[in-house]
């Protein structure tokens, strides 16, 4: 059985197909400007092919004029799952019945349909609402106006840039309280909740990306130059702090519904700790994956080899030239720079503070 996850991914990879710019896409917009409506199915596989009926072979590339004129028939099209041609058109769709759907048009309960029963994209374009609604497997996505995603993506963009603020002065503090022994797990919490929130905004700007197509160059140059590390850091502060596998960590994270990572005890449990009231306040040290991440040109083999020898920051810290260079891939010349990189981090914590 496939996953919602990978229904959703599936879905992104088809909406990259059908963006403004693409000959699908173009399609679409000439079809909605008509105000003709349409159902297409892509994908010429077995299962689809079984429940067809009727119509008439086409065989063509496909061309958006081609597509926009055959979509003016009353029955489906059906497209090679290449998106290169156009094999059939009118043709009547005959899935099984017995599947469930929400849809009340007949177009959109026979798309709906044939998502879940053959596994392929389908495309109900409404006639009477100019709404083009994309299925795949058990997902669906109502494709929305190029002025409107580009408002909704403006504002995430405005909220993001917020939150990324906020989450610098987050890990500005974090940096200070780590080279100050002083870090509690409250503090921890704060920094991976901001990040988890930046993640999740930055999927739903990627989203607006992939449906604007050709025009969303603008909002994409926005995202890199606000995004920053942020994605990195809430790895590192797993890292740093989960109790067991920091993957598994990142997974439960990623599983929390957004009221849920809203509750800084949820986040508690998903980096293993028990989560009770008393705990906010735990004395945690970091691992030293985040700092020695700040040391430029330091090798990530060298990293994992530090702090599985070391264990924590505190003894990294405190660690001479000549115990660093009895780690694995640390000589003399690394050793030194290590501890004056150190050194110049923790100086600049403090005096940001």
Avoid at 64 to 76: N, V
Avoid at 93 to 100: A, E, S, T, V, Y
Avoid at 218 to 223: A, D, N, S, T
Avoid at 252 to 273: D, H, K, P, Q, V
Wanted: hydrophobic fraction near 40%; charged fraction near 30%; include cysteine.
């Amino acid at each position: 059985m496939v996953k919602p996850k990978q229904d959703e991914e599936s879905l992104l990879s088809f909406l990259r197909l059908m963006s403004p710019g693409t000959p699908l896409g173009q399609a679409l917009e000439i079809v909605l400007q008509a105000g003709t409506g349409g159902l297409i199915v892509v994908g010429d596989t077995p299962k689809v092919l079984e429940v067809i009926e009727g119509g008439f072979k086409v065989d063509c590339r496909l061309t958006p004029t081609a597509l926009a004129e055959l979509a003016k028939m009353d029955g489906a099209i059906i497209l090679s799952r290449d998106r290169e041609k156009i094999l059939y058109a009118n043709t009547q769709l005959i899935p099984d019945h017995l599947i469930p759907t929400t849809e009340r048009g007949t177009r959109h309960r026979a798309a709906e349909r044939m998502a879940k029963q053959t596994g392929c994209p389908a495309i109900a374009i409404s006639q009477s609402r100019g709404v083009v609604s994309l299925y795949q497997r058990e997902a669906k996505y109502v494709l929305k106006t190029i002025p409107e995603l580009i408002r909704r993506a403006s504002q995430a963009l405005q909220t993001l840039e917020r939150y990324q603020t906020a989450f610098n002065e987050i890990l500005s503090e974090l940096d200070t309280l780590e080279f100050q022994d002083e870090v509690r797990l409250s503090d921890v919490l704060k920094a991976a909740q901001r990040s988890e929130l930046i993640r999740r905004i930055k999927e739903e700007v990627d989203r607006y990306i992939i449906e604007l197509g050709v025009e969303a160059r603008l909002i994409e140059m926005q995202l890199k130059e606000i995004i920053g590390d942020a994605l990195v850091e809430l790895g590192q502060i797993a890292r740093d702090y989960a109790k067991e596998d920091y993957k598994k960590a990142l997974s439960e994270l990623e599983m929390l519904s957004m009221e849920e990572i809203l509750e800084l005890t949820n986040i508690m449990r998903a980096l293993g700790y028990e989560a009770k009231s008393e705990n906010f306040d735990l004395s945690v040290f970091p691992r030293g994956y985040r700092a020695l991440s700040g040391i430029p040109h330091l090798p990530q083999v060298v990293v994992e080899n530090v702090v599985k020898s070391l264990g924590d920051l505190p003894n990294i810290i405190s660690a001479t030239a000549t115990e660093l260079m009895e780690i694995d891939e640390v000589g003399e010349r690394r050793a030194n720079s290590i501890r004056r990189e150190l050194e110049r981090l923790k100086d600049r914590a403090l005096l940001s503070k």
